[in-house]
Nanobody, 116 residues
Framework: VQLQASGGGLVQPGGSLRLSCAAS????????MAWYRQGPGKSRELVAA????????QYTDYAKGRFAISRDNGKNMVYLQMSSLKPEDTAVYYC??????????WGQGTQVTVSS
């Protein structure tokens, strides 16, 4: 399984970013997917999850109303549109299956830094 996140960068508070994640080596459409993040000095945590068909979505409280997860099963891609970004959103963002399978690879994350 290969998971490669991209689209991160430096953004000012209140700004927006769209993250993308390309998955390969799995039957993508058979898996629920999610975005996770790990902030400096923090444990990795769930951000948002989306069902196989995209019809069931859940967000953590801090993501509700600001972030939107989506997927394209034809392209094996999952996306995270982030808006109204805050400094506390600074983290490395990863995609993976949901729920996460302990011991499985996290792949390449993408750094998001929110700072003025």
């Amino acid at each position: 399984v290969q998971l490669q996140a991209s689209g991160g960068g430096l953004v000012q508070p209140g700004g927006s970013l769209r993250l993308s994640c390309a998955a390969s080596g799995i039957m993508f459409s058979r898996y629920n997917m999610a975005w996770y993040r790990q902030g400096p000095g923090k444990s990795r945590e769930l951000v948002a999850a989306i069902s196989r068909g995209g019809d069931n979505i859940q967000y953590t409280d801090y993501a509700k109303g600001r972030f939107a997860i989506s997927r394209d099963n034809g392209k094996n891609m999952v996306y995270l549109q982030m808006s109204s970004l805050k400094p506390e959103d600074t983290a490395v963002y990863y995609c993976n299956v949901f729920p996460y399978v302990p011991g499985s690879s996290w792949g390449q994350g993408t750094q998001v830094t929110v700072s003025s």
